[in-house]
């Protein structure tokens, strides 16, 4: 493939809002995507055949010359739009990306996220949070590796969604990626302070019992930096006691809950 098809792409791409929202409704990874954009990378067969199948274009038509392409492209209707109607709401998850951008640069990085577990109230969880941006959007991944008490058996989830910065506070919304049954969300209070050390706020989920009752509690992140040792940093993630002297003395008052808020979790009652 030659340098015609990243021009080709990026004309295809301009009948669209945003290069976030290609992405989106292809489900291709941003920072690949933008490798095909830029001609550092080609797709492989498979990618390009979902790729145009999404454009409504035929796979050697996007590999001509850009000038014979663009001919093509000019008489027939937008790209993909008989094909590929617009999405609900992704003009709207759009402008709110648009009004994030730049507001949550310094909290990209590695974290440590502590909260009492959902599944077993007397425990606290330890796992990895890593926050990063494509330059359009802000998005996360968290890495819960965990094996309970009497139980020999590890348990390892993936989190991954979007981060949102909207009137100085900041929402997480995510999925359970391996087993896809869970949307979980995290509202954190931001930082005033030039470097971040710890973030606090709340988490909505549901617990991994048969009963799978939603539960909210009490959410610490600490900075782990930018450049770290992933596999290290997960080796310290795993579920602890209480009093643990694993986890620093302040986290663990901060994620408590106090005698006037009651247990440590919040569970939903159903009716």
């Known amino acids: 493939m030659s340098k015609d098809f ?15 929202e290609v992405c989106r409704r292809l489900g291709v990874n941003r920072a690949q995507f933008n490798k095909y954009l830029s001609g550092d990378t080609q797709p492989s067969r498979y990618t390009l055949t979902k790729i145009c199948d999404f454009f409504g274009v035929e796979p050697h ?5 850009h000038e014979q392409f663009a001919q093509i492209v000019r008489v027939r209707s937008a790209p993909g739009a008989s094909a590929a109607p617009a999405q609900p709401y992704s003009s709207d998850i759009d402008k709110l990306m648009r009004e ?35 330059g359009d ?7 819960e590796r965990m094996r309970y008490p009497d139980r020999e058996e590890w348990y390892k989830s993936r989190y991954k969604g979007m981060l949102f910065f909207l009137s100085e506070r900041i929402f997480l919304i ?28 709340l988490k909505l989920g549901v617990s991994a019992s048969d009963r799978r009752e939603p539960v909210c509690t009490k959410v610490v992140l600490e900075s ?19 009093d643990s002297e694993e986890i620093n003395r302040n986290i663990r008052e901060s994620i408590r809950a106090t005698a006037n808020e009651g247990p440590q979790s919040f569970f939903a009652t159903p009716l």
């Open 224 to 242: 782990l930096g930018r450049n770290i040792s992933v596999r290290s940093a997960l080796k310290l993630c795993g579920v602890f006691g209480p």
């Open 100 to 134: 994030s951008k730049g507001h949550a640069d310094k909290y990209l990085g590695f974290y440590f996220e502590y909260h009492y577990s959902m599944t077993f109230q007397d425990h606290i969880i330890r796992s990895l949070l890593r926050i990063e941006s494509d």
């Open 137 to 143: 959007g802000y998005y996360f991944q968290r890495f």
């Open 174 to 201: 995510g999925y359970e990626a391996l087993t896809r049954n869970e949307i979980a969300q995290t509202i954190l209070y931001p930082t005033y302070k030039s470097r971040v050390s710890y973030l606090s706020g």
């Open 6 to 20: 990243s021009q080709n792409l990026r004309l295809l791409c301009s009948y669209y809002r945003s290069i976030a």
């Open 61 to 65: 038509e996007i590999l001509m010359p």
